[in-house]
Structure formats: C-alpha cells, structure tokens
Nanobody, 130 residues
C-alpha cells in the first residue's frame, strides 16, 4: 500500500519560487512509486498535468512550465519534489502528486496504458499573486 503526502505550498508573489515535496509512505514492496508526477487544479478548471518522472529519472513537462519547474525524486528519502521558479499568477492552484507502476502521460493525466493513476495525495495549495 502506498500513501502520498504533499507539503510546501504557500502564497508568493509573481516571480518567486516554491519547492513542493511529496512524502511517499510504503507498506510492503511495490512498483507503484517507480513513476510519479505532479498535477494541479485551479478553481473552476480541470486538473492538468505539470510534470512526471520515470524510474530512470527521465522527465516530462507541460509546455506551460518548461524551463521554470523541475521535478526530481530522492529515493533514499522516499520523497518527490517540484522546484517551481519564476512563478506566475496562472500557476495558482491545488497541486497533487501521483504515482503509478506505469509511466505517466502528463498531457492526458493517465498512465501510458490509458488507465487512471493508482495513487494520489491530498494536495497542497499554491497561490501566486501579481
């Protein structure tokens, strides 16, 4: 069983930075956390993919965050990170981490088999003011 807990959200001004963390708690052995991602949802908008990372460290980003956000994973600490720089008001939203045993498609929000992702966290709020 896998549980994910996000932290690090907050309120910043445009141009500022935040680093989100997603602590991974695992019971037993699992492949689910081999592939992980960050998603966000703004008020009255659909959830969208932000970034995803695979077991080999390869990463994929949404066009809107390329060059500003960096996803990384510290396996020794069982923690996923999202470093967010040059934040914009349109980055405001609830940020969620997710995990799956298949690579994650950032564009569709599913795994590459087209299935819903296995595990989600509860989210952390990011608010960027102009």
């Amino acid at each position: 069983q896998v549980q994910l807990e996000e932290s690090g959200g907050g309120s910043v001004q445009a141009g500022g930075s935040l680093r989100l963390s997603c602590k991974i708690q695992i019971s037993g052995y699992t492949y689910i956390t081999d592939n992980m991602g960050w998603f966000r949802q703004a008020p009255e908008k659909e959830r969208e993919g932000v970034a995803a990372i695979e077991r080999d460290g390869s990463a994929e980003y949404a066009d809107s965050v390329k060059g500003r956000f960096t996803i990384s994973k510290d396996n020794a600490k069982n923690t996923l990170y999202l470093q967010m720089n040059s934040l914009k008001p349109e980055d405001t939203g609830m940020y969620y981490c997710a995990a799956d045993d298949f690579p994650i498609n950032v564009r569709t929000g599913t795994n590459i088999a087209g299935n819903a992702l296995d595990t989600w966290g509860q989210g952390t709020q990011v608010t960027v003011s102009a």
